[in-house]
Nanobody, 124 residues
Framework: QVQLVESGGGLVQAGGSLRLSCAAA????????MGWFRQAPGKEREFVAA????????YYIDSVKGRFTISRDNAKNTMYLQMNSLKPEDTAVYYC?????????????????WGQGTQVTVSS
């Protein structure tokens, strides 16, 4: 079975940085788009960022644009989310996901495999 494992979450002060990693096992996902989602307490899961299969195209929601950077290393079967200038409203469980096709995807239903999530908490 495929496995996606997130790591790198934790507690940081506002303005700080974290780098999330998503390691895939069981098969390679180098031919598929990937993305990051997050879910804050009491809220729906929200799309954050996506990257195409080659890592040559990316897309971000406006609230994180300029602060977050999504990337991938297909040789390592790993995706990353560099999070800078963190704000308390970024506090959430962050999930990585793999899509069913190669391009950019922004909707939850377009993704077929999900990690367990990693907690990111930003204090003020």
């Amino acid at each position: 079975q495929v496995q996606l494992v997130e790591s790198g979450g934790g507690l940081v002060q506002a303005g700080g940085s974290l780098r999330l990693s998503c390691a895939a096992a069981g098969r390679t996902f180098s031919s598929y788009g990937m993305g990051w989602f997050r879910q804050a307490p009491g809220k729906e899961r929200e799309f954050v960022a996506a990257i195409n299969w080659r890592g040559t195209n990316t897309y971000y929601i406006d609230s994180v644009k300029g602060r977050f950077t999504i990337s991938r290393d297909n040789a390592k079967n790993t995706m990353y989310l560099q999070m800078n200038s963190l704000k308390p409203e970024d506090t959430a469980v962050y999930y990585c996901a793999v899509a069913a096709a190669a391009g950019i995807h922004t909707r939850e239903y377009q993704y077929t495999h999900w990690g367990q999530g990693t907690q990111v908490t930003v204090s003020s």
